[in-house]
């Protein structure tokens, strides 16, 4: 059961459940018979062996084109195909949660793997663009299993040494004469008529010139098809003329803009594209070459146009934000109408330029664009500002396209920014912190709360010098900050900064302003976390008492502790009262917010562990199911929120006596958590608590006193001995003794626990009672064994 915060903005409480889809391949793809022939064989053949095939070569020899039309042409062999951007350990790990979750295999990578190792379905895993040494593919290759086939892309000759199974090992070198002449006539003529004798044989000529490097020709071809009047057979003397010129740009680029071999080549093809740009199309390029290279959608642009006239900064803008700013919005505003809506065919009209020359791609499956990561790395180099600037710039669009909207859709956009946001903070670890102000809400959105800290933790020493402890930004932030810590389970660091907050706000804005209950409900949310249930009614009762007459009965913030009071009846034992103010507030945030936002579902939440406890499992079952698929669509299968629903419903499986769909929830949420969290986080805790109770009820005693043992030491360390989930942990520890037929242990363990419950809880709490019941059930156990 969650008592959810309030934060100046409001905690979001993943991505959808979806996962990302392979790409198609062009339909413009040429020879590589030979190739196609060897991958196909390698990867059907071979009936129950181990085969993992890896194609390495040169950057733009075409090995994804190669890779992708295998797996078109072999796609009915396969139950499943796992495409995996291979080119960052945090891309492959996301790529395998999203996969993991869609299929309920599990919520962490190494779910997925152990799943792929043990299944006997079809699969087919591609890794595309293992390039990075330092990402060590070896770790995320299935070890065992023998239904499955691996595909990798790499420019790595090394990774050759993971191959196993005949033809495993395709070394993709330049095309030949006749499939790159064939590919240039192709892309040149858009697919149309066939060309001339004499265009034919300089187009052998420029392959040649291009030493058969595909990328090269594809962009070749692509000038050609949209330049008015350029022929294949002028479009030769034309590349010579630039090259030379091209040649000295390219040899004054740094080390890590330039390709492995024929980098001047395919720079001088490239060049000549982007000359061809509009003006428009350009500066789009620079904007997207800070982005991640992947899933690059629409709506960023879109929402940050619909944005730039409502956009404040909590902090002055630098100079250098200033100029970002005005050189961001300006572009933006070419996309509106008049009427300040967004142009989508305008906008299309300019990326199709940049598609037209092969400088950005259409991925039709996951309906995004994407960039050629060598293309990406060169378009680095020729954006129309420094650096700095350029950054700069690609920070804005982003933090222009993040608002605190809680509306699913938004959630949802904010999850696909995820990787968008990490990629600009390698690129600019020293991010300005009116961005960092912004980008921490999408870690806030996907539940990434150690990532979001780190930028809180920044942003509180900035703002605190910048506008001074007391001003209303600095204490909104501070209230994030001690929400986050919470949120990590670091309750005693929440408190501290959650009383500073209350006693300024009551000070600077007075006892009854909205910010002020506000912190005093954050504040009591946190006593909740530490087990202080009678110091958080009687502030969450004062808190519901001025809400109701400042903001009114139907105000969110008034029902959010309204919807925390009511935890705190629960908590305390005082279930009927729990009940009556749950259902109440539940009508109202459907009514009020709607029956998908995060708030109505942190108290259908709540309401269902109250029917839990009231022992009305069935009731308990059904509003528990749909508050955990709601919460997958809108928060995604990873989120903490969505993790404790799914910990609440495994936990009614179990009262209901349905052990194994318990057990098998239970481990999965356990996982999760362990990656989420991390294994010492009172949720991890909890959801371990839960298995091992689950365990105990299937008879498996050993098992449950593991882990039961694990929790309880790990609880009275960082909870102390007197939370009442360590009291919890006692209790189950002593009934696993007992039925171990460890009397003395047993006995010892419930004394204990009901002399703490009877001094912290009250002697007729319903845990106390519990307890006490617990220990006689043992008792005459204990007599008539």
């Keep these: 059961m969650t008592a959810g915060h309030i934060n100046g903005a409001v905690q979001a409480e993943k991505r959808s459940t979806g996962f990302k889809l392979c790409p198609a391949p062009t339909r413009l793809y040429t020879g590589r018979k030979e190739e196609n022939a060897q991958l196909i064989a390698c990867i059907t053949g071979g009936k129950g062996e181990r085969r993992v095939c890896v194609v390495y070569g040169l950057g733009g020899v075409g090995k994804t084109q190669l890779v992708l039309n295998v797996i078109d042409q072999t796609w009915d062999e396969w139950d499943h195909v796992i495409y995996v951007d291979a080119s960052s350990k945090e891309a492959i790990e996301k790529a395998f949660v999203e996969f993991g979750t869609a299929n309920k295999i599990g919520e962490r990578h190494k779910d997925v793997i152990r799943w792929l190792e043990a299944s006997s379905e079809q699969w087919l895993l591609v890794f ?46 330049r095309m030949s004469q006749t499939d790159g002449t064939a590919l240039l006539a192709k892309i040149a003529t858009m697919g149309g008529q066939s060309l001339s004798v004499d265009d034919m044989k300089v187009a052998e000529l420029v392959v040649e010139d291009f030493g058969g490097l595909a990328l090269a020709i594809v962009h070749a071809g692509a000038y050609i098809a949209h330049s008015p009047g350029i022929s294949i057979s002028a479009y030769r003397p034309l590349f010579t003329s630039q090259r030379q010129r091209m040649l000295e740009e390219y040899n004054e680029l740094p080390i890590t803009a330039k390709l492995d071999e024929r980098g001047d080549t395919v720079y001088t093809t490239w060049r000549m594209c982007y000359d061809q740009l509009e003006p428009e199309s350009r500066q789009l390029l620079g904007l997207i070459a800070y982005l991640h290279y992947d899933g690059i959608y629409q709506e960023i642009f879109k929402r940050a146009a619909e944005n730039t006239s409502s956009i404040t900064h909590p902090l002055p803008l630098t100079d250098l934000e200033s100029q ?23 906008f299309t009209r300019v990326v199709a330029d940049l598609v037209a020359y092969s400088l950005l791609e259409f991925d039709h499956i996951n309906t995004a664009y994407r960039v050629h990561v060598l293309v990406h790395d060169w378009a680095k180099t020729v ?49 300005g912190m009116n961005h960092a102000y912004r980008f921490e809400r999408v870690y806030a959105c996907t539940g990434q709360w150690g990532k979001q800290v780190k930028l809180l933790q920044q942003l509180y020493g900035v703002f605190k010098e910048a506008l001074g402890e007391q001003h ?90 309204m919807s925390n009071l009511a935890s705190t009846y629960s908590y305390l034992g005082r279930y009927n009262e729990a009940e009556q103010l749950g259902i109440q507030v539940v009508n109202a945030r459907k009514q009020v917010q709607g029956e998908q936002h995060p708030s109505t579902l942190t108290s259908m939440s709540n309401l269902a562990s109250t029917y839990s406890r009231l022992g009305r499992y069935n009731e308990a079952e059904q509003l528990g199911i749909q508050v955990v698929n709601a919460r997958k669509q809108v928060l995604g299968e990873q989120h903490p929120d969505t993790l404790n629903s799914m910990a609440n419903l495994a936990s009614t499986y179990s009262y209901l006596g349905r052990y194994n769909e318990a057990e098998q929830l239970g481990i999965q949420v356990v996982n999760a958590r362990k990656q989420v969290l991390g294994e010492q986080h009172p949720d991890t805790l909890f959801s371990m608590n839960n298995l091992a109770s689950t365990y105990s009820r299937l008879g498996r005693y050993n098992e449950a006193e593991q882990l039961e043992t694990q929790v309880f030491n ?46 912290t809880l009250g002697h007729h709490h319903p845990r106390t009672q519990e307890f006490q019941k617990n220990l006689k059930d043992m008792q005459t156990m204990r007599s008539t064994t």
């Design 128 to 173: 595309d663009n293992a390039d990075t040494p330092s990402t060590n593919i070896r770790q995320y290759i299935p070890a065992r299993g023998r239904s499955g086939r691996v595909l990798i892309t790499t420019r790595l000759r090394d990774l050759a040494n993971l191959a196993e199974g005949p033809g495993a090992v395709c070394h993709l070198s």
């Design 324 to 346: 970002a700013q005005n050189q961001v919005t300006n572009y933006l505003s070419t996309f509106l109408g008049a009427d300040g809506s967004w142009d989508t065919t305008k």
């Design 383 to 431: 954006v129309q500002y420094n650096q700095q600037l350029a950054t700069e710039c690609t920070a804005t669009l982003i933090s222009l396209s993040i608002d605190w909207k809680q509306d699913a859709e938004s959630l949802a956009f904010q999850r696909q920014l995820e990787l968008h946001v990490t990629t600009m903070l390698i690129y600019s670890p020293a991010i």
């Design 472 to 561: 209303p930004e600095t204490l909104i932030l501070t209230n994030d900050l001690a929400s986050t810590y919470s949120y990590l389970g670091r309750y005693n660091k929440a408190e501290q900064l959650e009383i500073q907050v209350v006693n300024a706000r009551k000070q600077v804005l007075g006892e009854q302003h909205p910010h002020t209950l506000t912190s005093m409900s954050n504040l009591a949310s946190t006593y909740s976390d530490l087990g202080r249930y009678n110091e958080t009614e009687q502030l969450e009762i004062q808190v519901v008492n001025a809400s109701k007459q400042v903001l009114g009965e139907q105000h969110p913030h008034t029902l959010t502790s």
């Design 714 to 759: 790990a609880r009275k360390r960082i909870l102390g001995e007197e939370h009442p989930n360590t009291l919890t942990s006692m209790n189950d520890l002593a009934f696993t003794y007992s039925r171990q037929a460890r009397w003395n242990e047993a006995s010892e363990l419930y004394l204990v626990a009901i002399g703490i419950a009877g001094r």
